[in-house]
Nanobody
Framework: QVQLVESGGGLVQAGGSLRLSCAAAGLTFNHFKMGWFRQAPGKEREFVAAVNYSGGRTSYADSVKDRFTISRDYAKGTIYLQMNNLKPEDTAVYYC????????????????????WGQGTQVTVSS
């Protein structure tokens, strides 16, 4: 049974930083593409970042490029999202997702690409 458990969310002032973690269990970690998505109140869930199975390729939404960094630790079976220079518009529930396919392209930003999802962690950025 695949489980993805996010942690690290919280309340931070604008300009601050947070690091989100997603611990994966029940899957062969180095076979999965991993992603972060977020959903703000009243809005659809949107793509934030993704990393391929080897860690050698990453993709980011334009809104977070140069501020957020996705990475993965194979020894711990965990992915991270380092978020710097946070803005109030980054406020959302952040979700971790895993995809069994190793394919890489524009589909990494699509919710339908991912097979497994975590429960989410709340990030609130105050102005």
């Amino acid at each position: 049974q695949v489980q993805l458990v996010e942690s690290g969310g919280g309340l931070v002032q604008a300009g601050g930083s947070l690091r989100l973690s997603c611990a994966a269990a029940g899957l062969t970690f180095n076979h999965f593409k991993m992603g972060w998505f977020r959903q703000a109140p009243g809005k659809e869930r949107e793509f934030v970042a993704a990393v391929n199975y080897s860690g050698g390729r990453t993709s980011y939404a334009d809104s977070v490029k140069d501020r957020f960094t996705i990475s993965r630790d194979y020894a711990k079976g965990t992915i991270y999202l380092q978020m710097n220079n946070l803005k109030p518009e980054d406020t959302a529930v952040y979700y971790c997702a895993a995809d069994t396919s190793t394919a890489w392209g524009t589909s990494v930003a699509s919710l339908r690409t991912y097979d497994f999802w975590g429960q989410g962690t709340q990030v609130t950025v105050s102005s």
